[in-house]
């Protein structure tokens, strides 16, 4: 199955790979993330709608007073790390890593630099996974998936985490080896826009963990094991939101990834601008890390002067997406007009009955509204009275539950019939699916962003007995319960058409990948590829935006590194 054909100026093996289907290389090793990404999130997705139930006085009332209980973990805060952890770092982790081989592989037609090597980081990831999982599931890391002090969890899930970091730099290892063995081969060419995405997707990823692991290294872990006695929280906020904000790009990259480069060839058309593309991509890999401080706005130990001029720099980082706003509307625009649509009915004229492109499009129309959320949550003055109220959550399930999952949905839809070479199961329910997953969202982060105006907080337990309730959020918190019961729904339809895929679909797959093998002459790589440009950028920019918070913050002979072993009164569990 594995045909392996000389290249025809180089001695590395190409790659000939089968249009509808998988090698088996490629299956195992990609399968494997998707179906850990896949399990994850069965399990992490459960925990939404419940809390929406239980938060929702109508629902109590008709229950006779009593809240809804979560299922299976019982206890509020450990549903929550759950929901957060699974959703947000596993499922996302384990789907980009195995999308981006599959993406790097393809598109440069060649095998990854060391297969081995994808194996160990999988296995490191897997294992981490596990141990972070106990922490969990014992009850000893409720901790949310934001995992900064006060807050202390058992030593694994903080070892576990590290696991799953250090297994996704050996998968960045991999990618650029595999890269840089390309680019030997074929002096002068532009790497693929979605290779060339997925590089900048992981040196922002890369810069980014330098941050968490420093503090999971130096803070959380030695306080977890007893090692030191104290640590100081304001800087283990300050680490984790150096890598807290380019998280969220570390999604939705991927995402972008798949509107730029696989959409258009969906609906029939061409990308408008490949070099737009590239500067976007760039643009958020350079300024997606020094503005962090969004997220500590409201935090004492840190300076005005950083809070206004990381606000500024957020706006900066919105550039990207508002070029690819653009980008994606000339595209569709003009896709749209060969199918012999007007100025206006393009947007129509869509193969909407198709659920991998309406998946997508529901995800941009999302992400309409994410960002605007966003770019709201950036100003420093909006901040102060929107912070810590439900209006975040209804922010980050617009951007991250919406357009980045309904996004890797629609991706799904097409990976998975083709790691199994059979057809999409039930097209139809897919594409009720969808559809269902795009109104649950939108009635559920209405619902949650009103009410947060009103001033609810978020991540309390507002079932729990003797939670207060106030009257201006009731209206809005039971429409949360709405879209909650309309996600369950499509929840449930996902994996019936995922294991109906596998387990039940009969025909023969018919969908390609939607992979480029070339990129544009006009995408100069003498421009766009200059990675030593672009890190000392990202190095002079996070020691300019990033030093003078953490010199500020940095007490080190009263907080940061206390030796010594917390005794009764140290951290618990
Ligand atoms: Fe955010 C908090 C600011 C983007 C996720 N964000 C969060 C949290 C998460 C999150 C998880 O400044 C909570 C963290 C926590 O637990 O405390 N965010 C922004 C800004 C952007 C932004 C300025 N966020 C995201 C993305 C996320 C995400 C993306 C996940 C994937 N966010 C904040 C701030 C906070 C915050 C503050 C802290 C709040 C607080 O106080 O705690 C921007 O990057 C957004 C730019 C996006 C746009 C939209 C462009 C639209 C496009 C769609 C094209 C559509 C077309 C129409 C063409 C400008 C690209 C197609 C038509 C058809 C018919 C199909």
């Known amino acids: 199955m594995q045909a392996v054909q000389p290249a025809a100026q180089s001695s590395t093996p190409v790659l000939m790979f089968p249009a509808l289907s998988m090698l088996r290389s490629e299956r195992s090793l990609i399968g494997v993330h998707i179906l850990v990404s896949l399990v994850a999130l069965s399990l992490g997705l459960l925990m939404g709608p419940f809390q929406t139930f239980r938060r929702a006085p109508a629902v109590t009332e008709a229950l006779g007073g009593q809240a809804v209980a979560m299922p299976i973990f019982t206890y509020y805060y450990q549903a929550l790390t759950l929901h957060g952890v699974l959703n947000a770092l596993v499922f996302t982790t384990f789907f980009i890593v195995g999308f981006s081989y599959f993406i790097t592989q393809r598109s440069l037609q060649r095998p990854m630099w060391s297969l081995r090597a994808a194996w160990v980081a999988f296995v490191l990831m897997l294992v981490g996974l596990l141990l972070a999982a106990y922490a969990i599931i014992t009850n000893q890391a409720n901790v949310l998936y934001t995992f900064y002090a006060p807050m202390v969890a058992h030593w694994t899930f903080y070892l576990g985490l590290t696991l799953v970091i250090v297994g996704t730099w050996v998968a960045f290892l991999n990618i650029v080896m595999t890269y840089l063995g390309w680019r030997k081969d074929h002096p002068g060419q532009a790497v693929p826009l979605a290779v060339f995405a997925t590089l900048c997707n992981y040196v922002m990823w890369f810069t980014a963990t330098l941050g968490v692991a420093t503090q999971v290294l130096t803070m959380m872990l030695p306080l977890s094991l007893g090692i030191i006695r104290t640590t100081d929280p304001q800087v283990t906020r300050i680490l984790f939101w150096f890598f807290g904000h380019p998280l969220v790009y570390f999604w939705l990259i991927p995402a972008y990834i798949s509107w730029y480069t696989m959409l258009p060839k969906q609906i029939g058309g061409r990308l408008f601008s490949d070099q737009m593309a590239r500067v976007a991509f760039l643009m958020l890999m350079i300024f997606s890390v ?254 300019i935006m990033w030093g003078p918070v953490l010199i500020q913050a940095i007490d080190v002979v009263n907080g940061f590194f206390v030796p010594g072993n917390p005794g009764p009164a140290g951290p618990g569990f």
């Not at 605007?372 to 100003?379: E, R």
């Not at 420093?380 to 980050?396: E, I, R």
């Not at 999952?405 to 799904?412: A, N, Q």
């Not at 949650?448 to 337990?461: F, L, N, Q, S, V």
Request: glycine letters at 12%; charged letters at 10%.
């Open 290 to 543: 020094p503005v962090g401080v969004h997220h500590l706005f409201v935090d004492p130990g840190v300076s005005e002067f950083a809070k206004i001029s990381h606000s500024l720099l957020t706006f900066v980082v919105a550039v990207p997406s508002f070029l690819t706003a653009f980008n994606l509307a000339a595209t569709l625009e003009r896709a749209g007009h060969q199918r012999g649509a007007n100025a206006l009915s393009w947007i129509w004229k869509q193969p909407w009955g198709n659920p991998v492109v309406a998946a997508q499009f529901c995800g941009m129309l999302l992400f309409v509204v994410g960002g605007i959320t966003g770019v709201m949550n950036a100003s420093f003055s909006l901040n102060l009275a929107l912070h810590n109220t439900t209006w975040v959550v209804g922010h980050f399930h617009m951007t991250l539950a919406g357009a980045v999952t309904l996004t890797y949905i629609g991706v799904l839809y097409w990976l998975l019939p083709m790691m199994r070479g059979r057809k999409l199961f039930m097209p139809k329910l897919a594409l009720a699916q969808v559809f269902l997953w795009f109104s649950g969202m939108i009635v559920f982060g209405a619902g949650m962003g009103r009410a947060g105006i009103e001033g609810a907080i978020r991540r309390t337990d507002m079932g729990g007995a003797g939670a207060y309730i106030s009257d201006l959020w009731a209206p809005w918190l039971n429409l949360s319960a709405i879209g909650g019961a309309l996600l369950l729904v499509s929840s449930i339809l996902l994996y019936v058409v995922l294991v109906g895929t596998w387990f039940a679909s009969k025909g023969q797959a018919e969908v390609e990948a939607p992979i480029d093998t070339t990129g544009p002459a006009s995408s100069r790589p003498e421009w766009f590829e200059r990675w030593g440009v672009w890190t000392a950028v990202i190095v002079i920019s996070n020691v």
